[in-house]
């Protein structure tokens, strides 16, 4: 990463709607966790993000999430624990909220809500499950948004090396509740990622779903995420099934 580059990370991260997003915070030091599953892998940080700094989603060795970061009210959540199961099957971000705006006349203090986030590897696809429990006595109004990319670089462009040409990215296709970023490499062969959720988004963008989830006291909900070459409809029950198969298969 050039001098430049580092310079505009450290202020800030804009999409293609103009917002202007956090940059990730800095990595030095920090381990990274690593999930498996045939020709496909994923490299993210404990908190569960990819950031492009030779992380990411990899499928055939090419990269297809460049970038995939999930913020709480446009604020990164406070890190309590991560691990990857023994089994090398599942990989579990446990994280809890900054203070965030008021619902009514109550504000929610920071760490009233648990966030679980965990995701595996199943025949290519990326399946992902954000569990939110309110631990408070009052109802929260959670504003939640997801930061994604795709580049379509391979492992050689990853680690460092530069092309002379690459092909076209095309802006990405938003559906109801999906959006595909699609690559047309110099081979002519077209290649797309595609990330569908649960819920239908507040907001959806080429680079951007925003939700906004509405937490009970003492209530939980989860909004399940999938990234994989085609449009899916992400639910509990594909969840528990993909994750005993991945499990079973190892």
């Given at each position: 990463m050039t001098p430049e580059e580092s310079a505009q990370r450290a202020?800030?991260?804009v999409d293609d709607s103009q917002d202007v997003w956090p940059a990730p915070p800095a990595r030095a030091g920090?381990?990274?966790?690593?999930?498996?599953?045939?020709d496909t892998f994923i490299v993210a940080d404990a908190v569960g993000d990819v950031?492009?700094?030779?992380d990411g989603l990899f499928h055939n060795d090419t990269r297809l999430l460049?970038?995939?970061?999930?913020?709480i009210n446009g604020a990164h959540p406070a890190l309590l624990s991560s691990a990857v199961t023994q089994d090398n099957a599942l990989f579990t971000a446990?994280?809890?909220?900054r203070p965030l705006p008021p619902l009514g006349e109550v504000s929610a203090p920071e760490g009233v809500i648990h966030i679980e986030r965990r995701r595996f590897l199943w025949d290519g696809r990326l399946y992902e499950r954000l569990r939110l429990t309110n631990y408070s006595d009052f109802g929260i109004r959670l504003p939640l948004q997801l930061l994604f990319d795709a580049d379509f670089r391979d492992m050689f462009e990853v680690r460092g090396q530069t092309r002379s040409r690459r092909g076209n990215l095309e802006t990405g296709?938003?559906?109801g509740r999906s959006v595909a970023i699609r690559y047309e490499g110099?081979?002519?062969v077209q290649r797309e990622v595609v990330l569908s959720f649960s819920h239908d988004p507040r907001r959806l963008s080429a680079r951007l779903a925003e939700f906004e989830m509405?937490?009970?006291?003492?209530?939980?909900?989860a909004l399940y995420v999938e990234v994989g070459d085609v449009p899916s409809q992400p639910s509990r029950e594909r969840w528990r099934a993909g994750a005993a198969r991945a499990r079973w298969s190892l």
């Open positions: 202020t800030a991260v920090q381990r990274l966790y690593v999930l498996k599953e045939g950031t492009g700094e030779g460049s970038s995939f970061r999930l913020l446990n994280l809890t909220n296709r938003i559906g110099l081979d002519q509405l937490l009970d006291p003492r209530e939980h909900s």
